[in-house]
Antibody, heavy 125, light 110 residues
Framework: QVQLQESGPGLVKPSETLSLTCIVSGGSISGYYWSWIRQPPGKGLEWIGYIYIGYFNSETIRYNPSLKSRVTISAETPKNQVSLQLTSVTAADTAKYYCARHPVVAAFAHGFDYWGQGTLVTVSS | QSALTQPPSASGSPGQSVTISCTGTSSDVGAYNSVCWYQQHPGKAPKVIIY???KRPSGVPDRFSGSKSGNTASLTVSGLQAEDEADYYCSSYAGSDNLVFGGGTKLTVL
């Protein structure tokens, strides 16, 4: 059974960089898309971006246009983990951050089939 | 403001049917066969219950069904049960490798 576990600091100061890691167990990160999605407390979901890990270490990365200038998603295949960095954070970036897997189907058509439990990040001084 | 429009709330009594709408545009819902619906219970991660507008993943009860009309997708929950009380979100591909979600609908089973 594929399991995803997000981790990282629960508190980040304004203007600093948020860094999270998603460790995947029970399967390889190769051959799938891995997205980061966030959810502010009491609010809806927002897709942040994805990374696709090809079997020959090729990568494809795409970001939500509204966050593109501040986001970096990367992967470490030997560690079977995916990472998120979000720079210049403000209180508006306070949210639960999820990593999620989606199969290699065009246009996100099959949705996210595995999710982590999410990690709450609060931006505050 | 979310890219897709959902009603903030919906309700029904046990055994009844409830339909939740998800309205987009000709650039997202109306353009691609990629609308998904997610169910999220409090404190839990979302779970996909409908994909490609009408298909159910294995294990999802057939009480959940999806449909499409123009730029609007709909989720119908038939034979409401107490455990269906949750938040429901739609999502759609919006082109250019971008995904958008609806604002969510809180379903209450009376």
């Amino acid at each position: 059974q594929v399991q995803l576990q997000e981790s990282g600091p629960g508190l980040v100061k304004p203007s600093e960089t948020l860094s999270l890691t998603c460790i995947v167990s029970g399967g390889s990160i190769s051959g799938y898309y891995w997205s980061w999605i966030r959810q502010p407390p009491g609010k809806g979901l927002e897709w942040i971006g994805y990374i696709y890990i090809g079997y020959f270490n090729s990568e494809t990365i795409r970001y939500n246009p509204s966050l593109k200038s501040r986001v970096t998603i990367s992967a470490e295949t030997p560690k079977n983990q995916v990472s998120l960095q979000l720079t210049s954070v403000t209180a508006a970036d306070t949210a639960k951050y999820y990593c999620a897997r989606h199969p290699v189907v065009a246009a996100f058509a099959h949705g996210f089939d595995y999710w982590g439990q999410g990690t709450l990040v609060t931006v505050s001084s | 403001q979310s890219a897709l429009t959902q009603p903030p709330s919906a309700s029904g009594s046990p055994g009844q049917s409830v339909t939740i709408s998800c309205t987009g545009t000709s650039s997202d819902v109306g353009a691609y066969n990629s609308v998904c619906w997610y169910q999220q219970h409090p404190g839990k991660a979302p779970k996909v219950i409908i994909y490609e507008f009408t298909k159910r993943p294995s294990g999802v009860p057939d009480r959940f069904s999806g449909s499409k009309s123009g730029n609007t997708a709909s989720l119908t929950v038939s034979g409401l049960q107490a455990e269906d009380e949750a938040d429901y979100y739609c999502s759609s591909y919006a082109g250019s490798d971008n995904l958008v979600f609806g604002g969510g609908t809180k379903l209450t089973v009376l």
